[in-house]
């Protein structure tokens, strides 16, 4: 009706209206830097996949369409290290959370000096991947190597074993470096939620007469499922992706005793230049692990809402 | 007071067992240490030196003088320096967003962010060296910290959006009531709020990329040598020289092992806050 009614109304929407933008406006930076550097090298990896492309002869690249991928599913070498993906992942992963529980259960009772210890046990977290594949490298060494000699000593070994040379024990003793290199992380989650469980739980238990056994049955374990199964699921996802300790350690040998899929690409393309082949592999391997990234993606998804 | 029997009961069920624990997790590198204070001569001769009197510090000497190790840890120092400074740039703003505000397609976001963290480096790794190679970053510090840059900023927007959704909502508003814009009660009051939250999640990106293998191999080279690639340089051609080689993975994990240490109870705390609610 008046003049002065009219200004605040016409104030008050300008005002939303920047409100409502202000939370796209601080989300940009980190947005269009993470389009840069991740989804747009993503969509190039997958047009690349689609050309015969060499690094060294760019101009002889052509578009192929999806031969490479039929290439891939006719190369046996694929369905080696496919396998040796699964096993790869079908041991660490459990390995890691059966050693992760077993410490958390430990490291969870009352003693003296168990801070230092939780800090201790961390360790192997924290150290580089390269330190840890040469550190294992020295201890698996067939001549000079600490592994051999105290296996000798107890005489649970006759000869020196090649642990990383020998293409039937190789695979696995590389599943022990990462196994002991992700334990603690294991070890770590499950000491927290260890934590969230209340005391009076376990009280009542007791009363009851429960054994040590069926506390752990029906008391920890429920307690800490979700923390298994958040933990396992990112695991899983983290061992498959992990090249960098296989790689220093064997790098792939002997053979293809030790390649993994997501390996396999990346001596593909380094080795031999075949950047077409290589990324191809690689989106494979990433069409195989959506699978597992979804459902820890959905997982996660119910818990943001709030 | 604890009586005696209890005393050795706890040492039998518990002190016992976490000593186990605590020397499988870090025996194999007391003994990478072990093997980098013995001589070279004693290695060859009599292997690692298990008594600190034949311990010396010539493989350290032999790694500062004979090899560019320092300036190495130069350039992992410069790489994950500026990765650091890049991821926590662009994280603390987006963290803000997603804490305080509840707009279309905040989830989206949010999952994009933690998508991005799960892509396999392989995949990656190929076209981030096509595309370094198009613009001439091929062995330039930018390159690494770009590369890393990859991992560290999703890492650190959902790091820092639990530690600001820890800070109460009313802080805001109660700046805002005394005249402060958004922007301001961001920089002035949940900033320095947020500060042990965001020091801890600077020590974790810094951690992660001083420890990075994979692309500083791929995208660095003779100009730009990590530590963590110049660690596996000092593999001799011929024969391993275990001594040196443990001396300089000793010297390169120390950094990031000591950080690790000293931030550990913070880091835990931000690192295990997801999984548990999860």
Known sequence: MSFSAALPDQAAPTRTWRNRLLPYGLLTPAVVVTVVIVFLPMIEAVVTSLYAFVLFRPNAARFVGLDNYMKLIQDPVFWITLKHTAIWIGLTVPLQMGLGLIAALIL??????????????????????????????????????????????????????????????????????????????????????????????????????????????????????????????????????????????????????????PLYAFIKARQNLDFGYGTTIAVMFTVLLGVVVAIYIARMSREVER | MIGKPTLTRRILTTDLPALGVILLAIGPFMWMLMTSFTPQGRLAALGVAISPANWSFENYV???????????????????????????????????????????????????????????????????FVMMRRFGLLDTHAALIIANATVAIPFSVWMLTSYINA??????????????????????????????????????????????????????????????????????????????????????????TILFLIAQRRLIGGLTQGAVKG
């Open chain 1, 108 to 261: 969870n009772r009352e003693f003296p000096w168990r801070g230092l210890a939780r800090a201790l046990v961390i360790i192997p977290w924290a150290l580089p991947s390269v330190v840890i594949a040469l550190m294992w490298r020295w201890i698996y060494d067939a001549n000079t190597g600490v592994l051999n000699e105290i296996l000798l000593r107890l005489s649970i070994i006759q000869s020196a074993i090649p642990w990383l040379a020998d293409p039937d024990k190789a695979l696995y003793a590389v599943v022990v470096t990462l196994t002991w290199q992700g334990f603690p992380f294991f070890a770590v989650m499950i000491l927290a939620g260890l934590q969230g469980i209340p005391k009076s739980r376990y009280e009542a238990a007791s009363i009851d007469g429960a054994s040590a056994w069926r506390q752990f049955r029906h008391v920890t374990l429920p307690g800490i499922a979700g923390v298994l199964a958040t933990a396992g699921l990112l695991r899983i996802i983290w061992v498959a992706n992990s090249i960098d300790v296989i790689f220093v350690m064997t790098g792939g040998g002997p053979g293809y005793a030790t390649q993994t899929l």
């Open chain 2, 62 to 128: 032999r790694l500062v003088s004979r090899t560019s190790f320092l300036g190495n840890m130069g350039h992992s120092f410069i790489v994950a320096a500026g990765t650091t400074a890049l991821g926590l740039f662009v994280s603390v703003t987006a963290a803000y967003a997603f804490s305080r505000f509840r707009f279309a397609g905040r989830r989206i976001l949010m999952m994009q962010f933690l998508l991005v963290n799960m892509f396999p480096v392989v995949l990656l790794i190929l076209p981030l």
């Open chain 2, 167 to 256: 800070i109460p909502r009313s802080l805001d508003e109660a700046a805002m009531t005394d005249g402060c814009s958004r922007m301001q009660a961001l920089k002035r009051v949940i900033l320095p709020l947020a500060m042990p939250g965001i020091v801890s999640t600077g020590i974790y990106i810094f951690i992660t990329a001083w420890n990075e293998y994979l692309y500083a191999l791929t995208l660095g080279g003779r100009n730009v040598r990590t530590v963590t690639v110049a660690i596996q340089t000092l593999i001799g051609e011929y024969q391993i020289e275990w001594g040196l080689l443990s001396a300089g993975g000793v010297v390169g994990a120390l950094p990031a």
